[in-house]
């Protein structure tokens, strides 16, 4: 039989495991996450010629295999409309040139390492970034803004009308610096250049599946207007435009 004194013991230590427990829940219900439907929404701050906005750092794991984004892929020239996020633009440009390696090592492989390629982003409809036309910058993994205005239709009008373009939510264009490459491989590295274009393009498309994004690469326009309308350097011949939204 328990003497009177273990009975009052062990309701004294049920009391104090029962208080410790609720404090702990308490706190345990303080530290989780707010719901992502409470969140506050990003402001789109404007964002002035010369100023830089930081991406957020690409996730590097997913649920999709290589194998299911390469069975997926597809030129998607349909869009809803809808906007994407800063999220998904930082994983994208990463996924075309992002920087994998210490020494500076890529996504894509480069002839020689001499990465001739640079990208811009035609901003249109992102949650977070002011519409214009941002250069990225692999090291920094940023956005220089270039040009203040909206182009996409401009740019549309340059790739033969090809509507994809203007309806997307951003143009990723391509750009190659032959010299980086000729410089070493004479006329040679034109090819080699060109050639990193498509690797690059392909990490995107492969990218637009894990992200459940539509994309095309669109091959067909007037360089020198392209390269007008986006205030591109001398320099940079411009080899693809890469239209992404979301699917329609
Ligand atoms: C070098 C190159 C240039 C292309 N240019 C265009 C283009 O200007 N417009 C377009 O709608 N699709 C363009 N495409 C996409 C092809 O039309 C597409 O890859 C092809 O129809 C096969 O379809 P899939 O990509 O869905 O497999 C181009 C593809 C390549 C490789």
Redesign the pocket.
């Known amino acids: 039989m328990p003497t009177k004194t273990t009975i009052i013991g062990v309701i004294v230590a049920l009391v104090i495991v029962t208080a410790i427990a609720t404090t702990f829940s308490v706190l345990i219900q303080q530290e989780q996450p707010k719901p992502l439907e409470t969140m506050e929404t990003k402001d789109t701050q404007k964002i002035e010629v010369g100023e830089r906005v930081k991406l957020p750092e690409p996730r590097y794991i997913s649920n999709t295999s290589v194998e299911e984004a390469l069975s997926q ?5 349909a869009y809803s409309g809808g906007n994407l996020t800063v999220e998904e633009v930082s994983q994208l440009l990463w996924a075309a040139q992002g920087i994998t390696a210490l020494w500076g090592g890529r996504t894509a492989p480069s002839a020689g390492a001499l990465y001739p390629l640079e990208l811009y982003v035609v901003v249109g409809d992102v949650e977070g970034i002011d519409k214009g036309v941002y250069k990225y910058s692999r090291e920094e993994h940023d956005l220089e803004k270039v040009k203040d205005s909206d182009i996409r239709a401009e740019l549309a009008d340059a ?2 009308r ?1 509507e ?1 373009v203007r309806d997307a939510a951003i143009d990723i264009v391509f750009t190659a610096v032959y010299e980086r490459t000729t410089r070493k491989y004479g006329e040679r590295g034109i090819r080699y250049a060109q050639m990193e274009a ?1 690797h690059a ?1 392909q990490n995107v ?1 492969l990218q637009a599946v894990s992200l459940d994004l539509g994309t ?6 007037v360089d020198g207007e392209v390269r007008e309308i986006m205030n591109m350097q001398e320099q940079e011949s411009p080899r ?2 890469m239209p992404v939204g979301r699917k329609g």
């Open positions: 892929r597809r030129s998607i020239r790739a033969v090809q994809c498509g393009a498309y095309v690469v669109i091959g067909a326009f693809y435009i």
